[in-house]
């Protein structure tokens, strides 16, 4: 009974919480660079699965032999197996569908710009970097204390990464105010101190419950630890 109240609440916040809309920050710089760059090689590798290659390639055993080898595999690192750690980088690029990207890529704009503003756009670049190398480290290292056939579980996605950006948002703009668009209650304003707990815990349990895989809420979390400790010490 309780888990079920609780899987509700999950999901009920992550309607609430999940599309952030705008904040009241003013606009710095004209254009964000690196944020557009960043979501058109997402969706070009995108649109090169799930279109050019069948069209090249007809088998659907070949095409996952062609794509597997860039999915990140905290097993394989260890055991230095296939492309190894730069597999966690290619990772950060591949996602699981259409709507996998666009949760995505929605995150990434509505922040990446925003620390584009105070950045610029070489070193938000550089920070989109160390956010998904900090997140598949720490991650990593959790599966290695956990059972070895959770390690072998694939990991993609661009969400270590993005809830890397969503961290940096927090802490330099922890006062700020963003407006959030629920399903059916219009757009209402909420503190990012209070949205972004509820993104990093909330939305990843329910996004497991819904894709049946151990390691997608734990990826998120990771974004977010490293990027709040390297904001934080920077």
Not at 39 to 45: I, P, S, Y
Not at 135 to 156: C, D, H, K, N
Not at 199 to 224: K, N, T
Request: net charge neutral; aromatic share 14%; with cysteine.
């Amino acid at each position: 009974m309780f888990a079920q109240l609780l899987h509700w609440v999950n999901l009920l916040l992550s309607i609430v919480f999940f599309f952030p809309t705008k904040d009241s920050r003013p606009r710095v710089r004209s254009f964000p660079w690196m944020t557009v760059l960043i979501v058109a090689l997402n969706v070009l590798v995108t649109v090169a699965i799930a279109y050019v290659l069948p069209y090249a390639v007809s088998s659907v055993e070949a095409q996952a032999r062609i794509v597997t080898p860039f999915i990140m595999v905290p097993a394989d690192i260890v055991a230095g197996e296939g492309l190894g750690a730069v597999t966690a980088i290619t990772a950060a690029f591949l996602h699981a569908g259409w709507d996998h990207l666009l949760g995505n890529m929605f995150l990434l704009v509505f922040f990446g710009r925003a620390l584009e503003d105070i950045l610029g756009p070489v070193k938000l670049g550089l920070f989109y970097l160390t956010c998904i190398l900090g997140s598949a480290l720490l991650s990593i290292v959790g599966r290695v204390a956990l059972p070895l056939e959770q390690g072998t579980v694939p990991i993609l996605g661009a969400s270590g990464a993005v809830m890397g950006l969503v961290a940096g948002y927090l802490f330099l703009f922890f006062e700020e105010r963003i407006r959030t668009l629920p399903m059916f209650m219009g757009v209402i304003p909420v503190p990012i101190s209070l949205w972004m707990p509820a993104w990093a815990f909330f939305v990843p349990i329910a996004l497991r419950d819904l894709i049946s895989a151990y390691l997608e809420q734990y990826v998120q979390e990771y974004g977010f630890t490293y990027s709040a400790t390297a904001v934080f010490a920077h």
